[in-house]
């Protein structure tokens, strides 16, 4: 991913203040990786769709609790280790995979296609294991800020897309709260994913 130094500035300011915001309920947040302490921050209300048109909405208005994340799919680098990442926690959590919403939100609408949205679902084993919310920029912008991300994308014609953006992983408990937040460039491991989706299902 290209560096373009004022959004990184955006980024490291977004991360700083999701990292004094967020709270985990009985637990210090001593992993590194991990973000877990300061007042409660409670999930941004999301609505829209997926790649296959169906509605996607945050919190989840049955009470389950949810696994958040912010792709691209021609992402070269950082996307794929997420999305795989995501992947083996499911695999590692087991039955309790089942019992968590699994949501990516696009940082590039015009290149998030459904073909392309479901093409990097099925790379990642992640069919049907994910929903991933696309639109338009002026629909994704706003939940962008809502969430403390930053997301610019370089669309270059005869070229290869490249895009700087914030991509946490963020797990939402069932009334709402955001409970931990994984930075993208943290040593967390498919293992502590799967932590958390035990804990939250449980």
């Known amino acids: 991913m290209r560096v ?3 959004l990184l500035a955006l980024v490291v300011a977004s991360g700083l ?3 004094l915001a967020l709270a985990r ?3 210090g947040g001593s992993d590194p990786a991990r ?3 300061g007042p409660v921050l409670h999930a941004p209300a999301t609505a829209g769709r997926d790649a296959d048109g169906a509605p996607v909405r945050l919190p ?3 009470g389950r609790p949810a696994m958040v994340t912010f792709l691209f799919t021609e992402c070269p680098d950082v996307c794929p280790l997420v999305a795989s990442r995501i992947a083996a926690a499911l695999d590692a959590a087991g039955p309790a995979a089942g019992g968590i919403d699994v949501v990516a939100i696009s940082v590039d609408p015009p290149g998030d296609t459904p073909a392309a949205v479901r093409a990097f679902l099925d790379r990642h084993g992640l069919r049907g294991r994910m929903r991933y919310m696309v639109g338009s920029r002026a629909e994704l912008e706003p939940v962008w800020r809502a969430w403390g991300v930053a997301a610019q994308t370089d669309d270059r014609s005869g070229g290869h897309r490249e895009s700087v953006h914030s991509a946490p992983i963020v797990f939402i408990d069932g009334d709402g ?3 931990a937040r994984y930075a993208a460039g943290a040593p967390y491991s498919p293992a502590d994913l799967a932590r958390e989706i035990r804990l939250l299902t449980a």
């Open 25 to 27: 309920a009985g637990d």
């Open 177 to 179: 709260r955001q409970v």
């Open 60 to 62: 989840s208005p049955d």
């Open 35 to 37: 973000t877990g302490a």
């Open 4 to 6: 373009l130094l004022p």
């Open 17 to 19: 203040a999701g990292a």
